[in-house]
Structures are given as C-alpha cells and as structure tokens.
C-alpha cells in the first residue's frame, strides 16, 4: 500500500536524524527502547514548551472566503470499510448515534440532528499533514467544550478519546481502528468542534461523514473522521498501543502542535 510506505519513509526519515547516537540500521532505531525513551522525552519538551509558549485559547489562524482551496484532498480511509457503515450511508446517517461515555456523569447518544441544535462555530482554516500538503477549508460544527460540560466530566477525565468507524489496518482484534485524543486543554478549546459541515455543505463521506473532529492547533492526523464514540478516560493505558491514537501506537507524536 502506497500509503503505508509514505509513513514508514518518513518515521525512518526522522529516525535518520539520530544518527548522532550512533545507531544504524532504521528499522532496529524506532524499537531501540533507550531511542524510544529519548523521543518520547523530546515529545514531552516539545509539548511542555509549546504549552509555555502558546496561550491556552490562542486561535488558529482564520483565513477568509476567498482563501478556501478549490480542492481539498481527502487522505487515509476515504470510505470506511463495513457493512455496518453502508448501512448509515444508505439511509443519509439517520441511524448514526456518537456515544459519549466513559468519566462522565451522564453517558449519551446524540443523531446529527441532536448535534446540530447545540452551539455551533464556523471557522475556515488550514489543514496541515505531515505528508506534506495543506488545504484551507471551513468547517461548521458543534462545540466539543460545551458538550462536554452537559454531560458532566468526572474529576479524573483527562482525555477526549475518539473512536472512528474505519479500520485503517485490518485486525482482528480491532488494533486497526482509527482512533485519536487530545487533553482537556484542546477539548475545550474554542475552535474545537466536532464538524458535520465542509465548505458549507454536509460533510462527504471522503472526508468523514457524517461528523469528524476539527482541532485546529493541531496536525491532520489528529483530526479524526467518521466518529463513532467520544470515551472521556483518565489515560490510555491497556488501549491498544496505549499511545493515545492511530499513528501514535505507529510512532507519531501525540501532541502534533502546529
Ligand atoms: N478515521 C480517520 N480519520 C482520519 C484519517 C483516517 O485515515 N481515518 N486520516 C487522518 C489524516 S492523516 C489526515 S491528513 C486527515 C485528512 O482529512 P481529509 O480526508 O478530510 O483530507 O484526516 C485524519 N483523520
Ligand atoms: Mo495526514
């Protein structure tokens, strides 16, 4: 798969700069355990520093009408793979539901409909992949903070989990979900939403109807599509590669600040 070897080029491409520590051979760089805990140590500075440097509700730039891209490419899953997501997309998403659940007082399950009464935001913004390509689009979606307010967070929730309908790599076991989070920090960040609207029309299933996350300070892979389940937890431990996303357990980081 064309896409596969993409990621794998650029892991083994940032795996070059270690070079420094004398290491050879890519493959045995990323699963040296003393490489990993040294980037695993640069994440968190890269984070820490970037969470001193970066007001906490400081906007992602905004972009005008006349700015969204003609065309906006879709990347990773373009159409989930399920019989159960067929399914939604024959009947227009009607039977969808986003469950909400985990650290909080009041688990729920909302339609499109129930998403699209809460308060919205409308933001047009640039769509950043590590792939190397950027698309400015508007998006229009529900708030995530408020949402989560009226459900009530428990005092230990830490994390927003998302969990996507599609399976990126096929497993048995289900590790090939889709799935991404973000800290409490970026949940309720104003332009945090959960987006049901492109460009001002429906979300196409390209790009992740019928709702997917926008979290505008952050890289593409972070922004999850075709959502499905939103577990509010107080770590990743014990899920799946207990990196906290998709391409986290696969060796990107999981604070993909812009
Ligand atoms: N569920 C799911 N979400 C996903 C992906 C995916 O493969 N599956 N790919 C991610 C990546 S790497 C990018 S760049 C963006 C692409 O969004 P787009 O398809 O709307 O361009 O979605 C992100 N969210
Ligand atoms: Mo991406």
Known sequence: MTFSITR??????????????GLTGCDDVVQNPNVQSVLDMAETLTMKSQRLLVPKDKLAREYSEADI????????????????YAQMMATGFADWRLKIDGLVERPVELSLADLKKLPSRTQITRHDCVEGWSAIGK???????????????????????????????LTLDGSGTYYESID?????????????????????????????????????????????????????????????????????????GI
Request: hydrophobic content about 40%; charged content about 20%.
């Open 69 to 84: 891209s003609p065309t906006f490419r879709p990347n990773g899953t373009s159409q989930p793979d399920s019989e159960a």
């Open 139 to 169: 998006w229009t979606g529900a708030q995530l903070g408020p949402l989560l307010q009226s459900v009530g967070l428990k005092p230990q929730a830490r994390y927003a989990v998302f969990y996507c309908a599609d399976q990126l790599e």
């Open 184 to 256: 409490l920090i970026d949940a309720f960040h104003p332009q945090t939403i959960l987006a049901y609207q492109m460009n001002g029309k429906d979300l196409e299933v390209a790009h992740g109807a019928p709702l997917r996350l926008r979290v505008e300070r952050q890289l593409g892979y972070k922004h999850a599509k075709y959502l499905m389940r939103i577990e509010m937890k107080d770590s990743f431990a014990g899920l799946w590669g207990g990196k906290g996303g998709f391409w986290e357990d696969r060796g990107y980081e999981w604070y993909a």
């Open 8 to 21: 794998r080029g650029l892991l083994i491409g940032s795996a070059a700069g270690l070079g420094a520590f």
